[in-house]
């Protein structure tokens, strides 16, 4: 085990504001060298001011491969890492954290993934011929680790993230990551990053997976290594207002998002940037964003850029259907949150009708919205259609409300969690 003492200024000292211990002894089998122990180094940090989260990052030498017993001060995940007041003046997902976690395939691994490490954040080496840069081989998930009210740290349902980010790989020729070392990495990543995780209420820590092909290769094949990682950023509101600030969305008929038979269902890189362009052009028409119509027939609404699409008319739930699993003929994702939703719902006695959603039964809904781990649920106030425009109900639509109400209680453990899909990290 090791100790390592660290001691603020005297300046600091005179004001009775200390930083006593960065404690190894807790856990000594969390940490494994990064490099041999005959020639690691062994650093010890002193007068080192900041957040200890910086102060953690100077023994980034040490070679951690889980902080969760980083004992820093008395409270050692307390949110101390900005003026959390001050989050929403920075872009969305803009504020830089102090560490990642990285895992690799390859042939020097065995062919297979090896745990996870977490390692300081910041720039990898890649090689120009790397397959995500040629040929867009990577996809990513999505998640968010947020504050209980007592100042517990909380993630959501990181199996079902594992599980698509999975059958995204065998779509896109990538090995899948065994879910015991997607689970780790997230945990590990959010507790290196304890401190960003802001206060209840006040945002969550967004936490971003990336499987990609990291192996150089010109040839159109699979390379032979490829990188998992992890990175995070504190964030607040999606949209602009606060999370229940209904958007204005308009159903796009000039783009379109995904066909059959391509890979609409899985969250590959190269699903997104296509988006951009409709996104711009609606946003300079006063609009927040699109929503994708199907590309065979126009006829039906599919899915938003970043998020599913739900639909109620008359007290049913509507949402356009998905086979799952990575199908082929699917054309939208199969959201982790949609999932949540769809069971609550059914759990409430509501109708669900999962299927294809026509663009009239759209125009004519009591209300409507959109759901994903970052936008969590987006209640839609106006929906246009080839210059039509229909109000909706917005964020005082009673079914959004009891959504987005239930499914925040779960996740913040305001309300029991009958299903299981919270997991507590302290």
């Known amino acids: 085990c090791f100790l390592i003492i660290v001691r603020r200024n005297e300046a600091m000292l005179r004001s009775n504001v ?41 023994a980034s030498g040490l070679g951690l491969r889980s902080v969760r017993s980083v004992a820093v001060n008395a409270q050692p995940n307390a949110p101390t890492a900005m003026d959390w007041d001050t989050l929403t003046d920075h872009q969305w997902g803009s504020v830089e954290t102090e560490f990642m976690t990285i895992a690799k395939f390859s042939p020097e691994t065995g062919d297979k993934w090896a745990p996870a490490e977490v390692m300081p954040y910041g720039d990898i080496p890649t090689s120009p011929r790397a397959a995500i840069f040629n040929y867009g081989q990577g996809l990513f998930e999505g998640m968010k680790a947020q504050r209980t009210a007592e100042g517990k740290i909380v993630i959501f349902r990181p199996d079902r993230n594992s599980r698509r980010a999975n059958y995204g790989c065998e779509r896109l020729m990538m090995p899948p990551v065994p879910e015991e070392i997607f689970v780790q990495a997230v ?11 802001p206060p209840a209420g006040q945002g969550t820590l967004y936490i971003r997976p990336l499987i990609m092909g990291s192996g150089p290769i010109l040839a159109l094949a699979p390379p032979a290594s490829f990188t998992f990682m992890i990175y995070v950023s504190p964030v607040g509101s999606y949209f602009k207002g606060n999370q229940l600030t209904p958007i204005k969305l308009k159903l796009e008929t000039g783009y379109t998002r995904a066909a059959p038979g391509g890979v609409g269902g899985v969250k590959a890189v190269g699903n997104y940037v296509p988006s951009l362009k409709p996104q711009k052009e609606a946003k300079e028409q006063g609009f927040d964003n699109v929503i994708f119509l199907d590309s065979e027939e126009g006829k039906y609404i599919e899915e938003v850029s970043t998020s599913n699409v739900f639909v109620v008319k008359d007290d049913v739930v509507y949402t356009p259907g998905v086979k799952g699993g990575g199908s082929p003929e699917d054309t939208i994702l199969e959201g982790v949150t949609r999932d949540c939703l769809l069971t609550l719902c059914r759990d409430k006695g509501y109708e ?13 809904a009591d209300e409507a919205f959109t759901v994903g781990t970052a936008v969590v649920i987006s209640p839609i106030g106006e929906a246009t259609h080839l210059g039509t425009t229909h109000k909706l109900a917005g964020e005082k639509g009673p079914i959004t409300q009891y959504l987005y109400e239930t499914l925040v209680g779960i996740q913040t453990g305001k309300i029991e969690d009958p299903y299981g899909w919270t997991i507590y990290l302290d």
Do not use: F
């Open 187 to 197: 945990k590990d990543v959010v507790l290196a990053n304890a401190a960003w995780v």
């Open 352 to 364: 669900v009708k999962e299927g294809l959603v026509p663009v009239e039964l759209m125009m004519t």
């Open 18 to 58: 200390h930083l006593t211990l960065l404690a190894m002894a807790a856990g000594c089998t969390a940490y494994i060298p990064a490099t041999p122990m005959h020639s690691r180094r062994l650093t010890v940090a002193t007068s080192i001011q900041g957040n200890p989260a910086r102060i953690a990052r100077k």
